[in-house]
């Protein structure tokens, strides 16, 4: 097999993977729905195989020369800008994660509160106190909902002309932090912008991985940004074109499509976000606070026993975001760690391939 096949192979193989591994995801086990914090998990380590498989064809063996010549070095650049915009979600992400886990906190002292036998007077009133914070907590605005108080952007990286010392230096700094001004919508907009599929006889060469790998980017960084409380969410993207006919695209494509659907109901609400544990914990949340309303001691023994089992299903969503917030969390920045390498990489390709042969 000549070299040429070989790589045909290779991008065929890929997008098979691609293909099997959304496929997966748009069929979750019951404990493991859409959106959820497992889900997510699972989304991100769907982005590091892909990723994995993506450098391998693109770089591996590869004379740098070819990656310096049209169309790549356009489509690269075009490439490590998105990359560079998929690390500031990245960390505007990863606060979001210290805002459900706000939420998680004050949900842990409803339960305290409620978990008695017999239910006082007293308990009703703090956990009422409570509740009323978890849904203000849930309902802020992004712009307040994130806690961030920089005022200046701690962007990722530099755009253009950045060396690799800049690069290192920048990254043992990283805060995590963003700017008041900072949009996630906006974000997401710009990496969608001149995001077209390869036609012709790109569309079955090297350019076809890369638009791939560029969709994939995107879809898991939107996946992110719809699911965490995330600043500025307002006019968040609900569709990027990805063409129906590519053999890879169609679970991601529905996936989209159900999320999307998701979100603009939950937008118009002034939701905090779509991630499972916290749309079951509002739906609790405004049940109890009905309940406390209303509770006089001994209180009706119907409704004791109804908010017995909405304290039991809250503990278990307590439970699930205990174990899985502050993995998801590093999980998140194994993702960022993998992109800042795959970026320094393949401009160590470009560096390589633009250098004169002497």
Not at 93 to 122: F, M, W, Y
Not at 229 to 241: A, D, I, V
Not at 300 to 318: G, H, M, T, W, Y
Request: hydrophobic share 40%.
């Amino acid at each position: 097999m000549d070299t040429q096949e070989q790589e045909l192979e290779d991008i065929e193989l890929f997008q098979k993977h691609v293909s099997d591994r959304f496929t997966e995801l748009s069929s979750p086990p019951e404990d493991d729905a859409l959106l959820s914090v497992s889900w997510l998990h699972r989304l991100l380590d769907v982005f590091l195989c892909c990723e994995a498989e993506f450098e391998a064809i693109l770089i591996m063996d590869r004379d740098p020369s070819q990656l310096s010549k049209p169309p790549f070095d356009r489509l690269i650049p075009e490439f490590i800008e998105r990359a560079v915009k998929a690390l500031d979600i990245c960390n505007a992400v990863a606060n979001g994660v210290d805002s459900v886990r706000h939420c998680q906190k004050l949900s842990e002292i409803v339960i305290s509160a409620l978990d008695q036998n017999p239910l006082g007077d007293g308990h009703a009133k703090r956990a009422k106190k409570a509740l009323l914070m978890l849904l203000s907590a849930m309902n802020l605005d992004d712009k307040e909902g994130t806690h961030v108080k920089a005022t200046e952007r701690s962007w990722s990286f530099g755009r253009r002309g950045v060396n690799k010392e800049q690069i290192a230096g920048h990254f043992r700094s990283l805060s995590w932090q963003v700017a008041k001004n900072w949009s996630s919508a906006k974000q997401i907009q710009s990496m969608i912008y001149n995001l077209v599929a390869p036609r012709g006889a790109e569309a079955s060469g090297l350019p076809s991985p890369i638009y791939t790998m560029n969709v994939i980017m995107i879809f898991v960084m939107w996946a992110l940004v719809a699911a965490i409380p995330c600043q500025e969410r307002n006019g968040l993207p609900t569709h990027f074109p990805v063409p129906k006919q590519l053999n890879w695209a169609h679970s991601l494509i529905g996936l989209q499509e159900k999320i999307a659907d998701e979100w603009k109901k939950k937008e118009k609400k002034g939701m905090s976000g779509l991630l499972d544990e916290l749309q079951k914990m509002e739906k609790l949340a405004q049940s109890l606070i009905d309940f406390t309303d209303s509770f006089h001691f001994p209180g009706d023994a119907e409704k004791v026993k109804e908010a017995a089992a909405n304290v039991s299903e809250l503990k278990e969503i307590f439970g699930r975001m205990d174990q899985g917030l502050t993995p998801l969390q590093m999980h998140i920045r194994e993702v960022f760690h993998r992109i800042v390498r795959s970026r320094t990489e393949f401009l160590d390709v470009l560096e390589k391939g633009s250098a004169p042969v002497l």
